[in-house]
Nanobody, 115 residues
Framework: QVQPVESGGGLVRPGASLRLSCAAS????????MGWYRQAPGKQRELVAQ???????NYADSVQGRFTISRDNAKKTVYLQMNSLKPEETAVYYC?????????WGQGTQVTVSS
C-alpha cells in the first residue's frame, strides 16, 4: 500500500515562503498525476495544486501566482513551493494522486502562518 510522506512544514510569518516535499516510495511516480491538498481545522480537504504526468500544472484560484508545484520522478518526489503565505493558509498539507482511488493518506505536514 502506497503512503506518501510529506515534509517541510513549519511555523512562519505572513509573507514568508516554504517548500514542501512529498516522497512516494514503491511506485513509478511518472505514471501518476499528483496533487497537493490542504485541510484547515474544521474544514474539508481541498486540492490546491496539481501536476499531470507530462508536467502540466493547475492551481486553485486562491494560490495562483504564489504556489508552484513540481515533480522529480527519478527521486519519486513532488514539491510545493509556497510564497507570500497568508494566515488563512494554516493547515495540514498532504499529497496524493489526483485520480481516484487515492492512495492511503499520509500524516501530512503542518503549515502554520502566524505573526
Amino acid at each position: 500500500q502506497v503512503q506518501p510522506v510529506e515534509s517541510g512544514g513549519g511555523l512562519v510569518r505572513p509573507g514568508a515562503s516554504l517548500r514542501l516535499s512529498c516522497a512516494a516510495s514503491g511506485v513509478t511516480l511518472s505514471l501518476y498525476s499528483m496533487g497537493w491538498y490542504r485541510q484547515a481545522p474544521g474544514k474539508q480537504r481541498e486540492l490546491v495544486a496539481q501536476i499531470t504526468r507530462d508536467g502540466r500544472m493547475n492551481y486553485a484560484d486562491s494560490v495562483q501566482g504564489r504556489f508552484t508545484i513540481s515533480r522529480d520522478n527519478a527521486k519519486k518526489t513532488v514539491y510545493l513551493q509556497m510564497n507570500s503565505l497568508k494566515p488563512e493558509e494554516t493547515a495540514v498539507y498532504y499529497c496524493n494522486k489526483v485520480i481516484s482511488p487515492a492512495w492511503s493518506w499520509g500524516q501530512g505536514t503542518q503549515v502554520t502562518v502566524s505573526s
